[in-house]
């Protein structure tokens, strides 16, 4: 399967270490085979140079010019909207959720074990009247008489 995510510039990406973890980028030039210039001026990430090893290439790709100004990336970020794209996608509610669940206090969890266990109740008794309505079908066509097969043509001796 062929790679689908360059570094390049104009590619959107999401730290994934240091101060500014966890915020969007876009990757401005190529400082060398381990090193990007990245700015993010919608999320407060500053014009700088990070690893590569730092950053998640994410499926976004802004059109600009090579190298860029900050207010140029500004521009063409909010003309491509990459705030709402990047709430819709799946990889944004996964870190919504990652960040919800390890912001659960003891009683979150323990409130959400109860919700959890009364719902694998109700899924249990309605999976099991529903497997005893199909038993009562199936042995209730069974009752019933098959239709007879036509008789195979008799062969001449």
């Not at 014009?47 to 290439?57: A, E, F, S, V």
């Not at 705030?83 to 919504?96: G, I, L, N, Q, Y």
């Not at 919800?100 to 249990?124: C, G, P, V």
């Amino acid at each position: 399967m062929p790679f689908k995510r360059f570094v390049e510039t104009g590619r959107v990406a999401l730290i994934s270490d240091g101060p500014n973890k966890g915020k969007l980028c876009c990757i401005v030039d190529i400082i060398n085979q381990t090193r990007a210039l990245v700015d993010g001026p919608e999320t407060g990430v500053p014009r700088q140079g990070l690893r590569l090893n730092q950053l998640h290439l994410t499926k976004f790709r802004l059109k600009f010019p090579y190298t860029g100004s900050t207010r140029v990336v500004r521009k063409a970020w909010k003309d491509a909207k990459l705030d709402e794209k990047w709430a819709e996608s799946k990889w944004a509610r996964k870190v919504d959720a990652k960040k919800k669940r390890a912001e659960l206090t003891d009683f979150d969890r323990f409130k959400l074990n109860n919700a959890r266990s009364i719902r694998n109740k109700l899924r249990t008794t309605a999976f099991l009247h529903l497997k005893r309505l199909n038993k009562k079908s199936k042995s209730s066509k069974k009752d019933a008489k098959p239709a007879k097969k036509p008789a195979a043509p008799k062969k001449a001796k």
